[in-house]
């Protein structure tokens, strides 16, 4: 991949998955943008990609609102001349089950992820459009958003609404030439920690040790740089022709998601009454129905 000239911002990208994408973007060229609310950890991804010979700005703000978007465009803007990626990568966690989740619990996500995502969009389309020639939006998604995760009510209505907007925005930047894609990945970070099977593999990575097979490709997680070479190969001209579309990364394992689909359709002459439907339902539906959440290698969850 070959980024020369090309100039990204990353939000969220002081540690963990957002810093892996935006080393991988200046490790094969573009300049970037840096931004975190910590405002150390920003400096140090700048001096990191920079003593690698890359080039790096930071911009310290917290994801949410327009004026941040403002920023953080104007920052690229002001550092390297022009904009040509975004990749939307700042979040929180809040999680709590249903009945113990607070307003503030639901907001503070729901802020980050998905306002924040919508206004930097927003923004980045404003100077693409602006400066003619497209644009790449790379959105991160998640795997719980397509398939729910117990406790995280707030965090998987984020994933799952930036994946419809994805689609949308696919839809409406077409003709501008702005390919616009969501990247769900699974790496060992803060944020899968917390799933009580995977623990103990995380704590092996961090000794040095490799991951399982069955990890890598069963369960599709890896390390944060595994999944960031779909990152830069979405911000290339390679995929150009590549838009509105879902795909998950982790481990050894790349995988497109599908879009939701009808599995199972009946007719009624007349239209459905809840007796009709009673009546139909195990011969028409019980079959189709769709599981909830992910699913992981049986021999893992058992232990």
Same mark, same amino acid.
């Given at each position: =991949?070959?980024?020369? #000239? ?5 939000? $969220? ?15 094969? *060229? ?15 991804? +700048?001096? #990191?990609?920079?003593?690698? $010979? $890359? ?17 953080? !465009? ?26 113990? =989740? ?9 802020? +980050? ?7 930097? +969009?927003? &923004? ?5 459009? &602006? ?12 795997? %719980? ?11 998987? %209505?984020?994933?799952?609404?930036? !994946? ?17 894609? %969501? ?15 995977? %623990?103990?593999?995380?704590?092996? =990575?961090?000794? /040095? ?5 069955? @990890?890598?490709?069963?369960? /599709? =997680?890896?390390?944060? &740089? ?24 982790? *481990? ?24 009709? @439907? ?14 909830? $959440?992910?699913?992981?290698?049986? &021999?893992? +969850?058992?232990?």
């Amino acid at each position: =991949m070959d980024l020369s #000239g090309k100039v990204a911002i990353v939000t $969220g990208s002081g540690r963990g998955l957002g810093l892996a994408y935006a080393e991988e973007l200046a490790r094969n *060229g573009a300049a970037v943008v840096i931004n975190d609310v910590d405002e150390a950890a920003a400096h140090a991804a +700048v001096a #990191g990609i920079v003593a690698a $010979g $890359g080039r790096a700005t930071a911009v310290v703000a917290p994801v949410g609102t327009a004026e941040t978007a403002r920023k953080l !465009v104007a920052g690229a803007v002001e550092a390297f001349g022009r904009l040509d990626v975004l990749v939307t990568n700042a979040g929180i966690l809040r999680d709590k089950v249903l009945w113990k =989740m607070t307003d503030e619990d639901f907001d503070a996500v729901i802020d +980050v992820h998905l306002r924040g995502t919508f206004t930097c +969009v927003r &923004e980045a389309v404003l100077r693409f459009r &602006e400066q003619g020639g497209g644009g790449r939006i790379i959105c991160i998604g998640s795997p %719980a958003g397509q398939r729910g995760n117990f406790g995280q009510t707030n965090y998987s %209505a984020a994933k799952a609404a930036i !994946v419809g907007m994805v689609r949308t925005w696919a839809l409406e930047l077409q003709r501008a030439g702005i390919t616009v894609n %969501a990247v769900c990945p699974v790496a060992a970070t803060a944020m899968t920690e917390t799933i009580p099977f995977l %623990a103990p593999h995380i704590e092996s =990575m961090k000794r /040095g040790e490799p991951l399982p097979a069955v @990890i890598r490709r069963e369960v /599709g =997680m890896g390390t944060p &740089e595994d999944a960031a070479g779909i990152v830069a190969f979405l911000a290339s001209e390679a995929a150009a022709g590549i838009t509105g579309q879902a795909l998950s990364v982790g *481990g050894d394992r790349l995988a497109l998601w599908s879009h939701p689909q009808l599995t199972a359709t009946a007719f009624h002459d007349g239209g459905w009454s809840a007796d009709d @439907i009673a009546g139909s339902w195990g011969e028409a539906f019980a079959g189709s129905v769709e599981s909830v $959440g992910e699913e992981f290698p049986a &021999e893992l +969850v058992a232990k």
